[in-house]
């Protein structure tokens, strides 16, 4: 059962350009987050045009009265955890519905927009480019620090340095609702780990340009993703299952290979090892959804902007 409690009045913005929502996933355990959030959105000086929030398997408080946000606020609540691609899908749907939103603009529930420029940048990016499909934030604590997995290129890469890509970060990102159209929607069935990675080389193959802009910052507490309990299996299984989907043949095995070595010279945990190979297993056993390899020429493409999509 879905249930949506929808806000009244639309935003018109006096300027023109692309329409923005902001779509925000949470399971209910960070209540003072999604406030801090929330407010942070509501200070933005380009009001978004909507905002969804999606209860994945937990109700919703009242955000909109609460904090004053503009727009239109829809709240959705979805009766199990459909995970961070899957709820994500249903607030894609919601402002499918609506059709009146360009780019939509995707935030951790935990992170926070220092900055009230954010959504008129982006606003600013899609404007000056009809081909930007995918625009990821930096991602830095509240010391300004960006971890290493935060940044999307390979090697010592400065956090700072922005430009096309070849992936992006879920914490923070804005997304072209035409690119989607053409790429499709989230993968759901992964549930947790290389959602991103699939979407992004789905519409590297689209022709799609992908850009890090490190002046769009998303504070966020510093993680490690190993604190998910189905960290190790549900990530062997979804790169066995993204390679399955999106890479030439040839390519398979190479990429496997260079992540198994990865492995086990990364993980410390016999346990964690175990996992890992119990969830490599179901990725071969099972299905991930429908096989669409790539172009070679996207390969090449990957490859040119420093990532050949076998690391």
């Given at each position: ?11 018109e ?7 923005i ?14 406030d801090?959030?929330?407010a ?22 009242e ?5 004053g946000l ?26 499918r ?15 926070l927009?220092?900055d009230a ?11 000056a480019?009809?081909r ?39 914490g ?11 790429t ?16 992004a080389w789905?519409?590297?193959d689209a ?35 993204l ?9 398979i095995p ?9 492995t ?6 016999a ?29 090449w ?11």
């Amino acid at each position: 059962m879905i249930v949506s409690r929808d806000g009244v009045g639309v935003v018109e913005h006096a300027e023109q350009g692309p329409r923005i929502a902001v779509a925000v996933v949470t399971m209910g355990n960070r209540p003072a987050e999604v406030d801090a959030l929330l407010a942070s959105v509501a200070k933005q000086d380009l009001p978004p045009a909507r905002i969804v929030i999606v209860g994945n398997g937990c109700p919703l408080p009242e955000f909109a009265r609460r904090l004053g946000l503009p727009g239109e606020v829809t709240g959705i609540e979805v009766d199990e955890n459909l995970g961070c691609p899957g709820g994500r899908n249903v607030a894609l749907a919601k402002l499918r519905e609506f059709g009146d939103v360009d780019v939509v603009v995707e935030l951790d529930d935990d992170g926070l927009l220092v900055d009230a420029d954010v959504l008129r940048r982006v606003r600013d990016l899609y404007a000056a480019d009809p081909r930007l499909g995918i625009v990821g934030f930096r991602i830095a604590d509240e010391n300004g620090e960006t971890q290493r997995r935060h940044v999307p290129r390979v090697g010592k890469a400065d956090p700072l340095r922005g430009g096309p890509v070849t992936g992006f970060l879920g914490g923070g990102h804005a997304l072209s609702m035409a690119m989607l159209a053409r790429t499709g929607d989230w993968p759901a069935e992964f549930f947790f780990a290389h959602e991103e990675t699939d979407l992004a080389w789905r519409a590297a193959d689209a022709g799609w340009t992908i850009l890090y802009a490190p002046e769009l910052l998303l504070q966020h507490p510093k993680t490690s993703p190993a604190r998910h309990a189905i960290y190790h299996r549900v990530t062997a299984r979804n790169r066995v299952w993204l390679v399955r989907r999106r890479l030439p043949l040839p390519l398979i095995p190479v990429h496997l290979g260079i992540w198994i070595a990865v492995t086990l010279v990364r993980t410390r945990s016999a346990g964690g090892l175990r996992a890992w190979f119990g969830g490599f297993v179901e990725g071969l056993r099972t299905s991930g959804g429908e096989r669409r390899p790539m172009r070679w020429r996207t390969v090449w493409r990957l490859t040119r902007l420093g990532r050949p999509p076998v690391i």
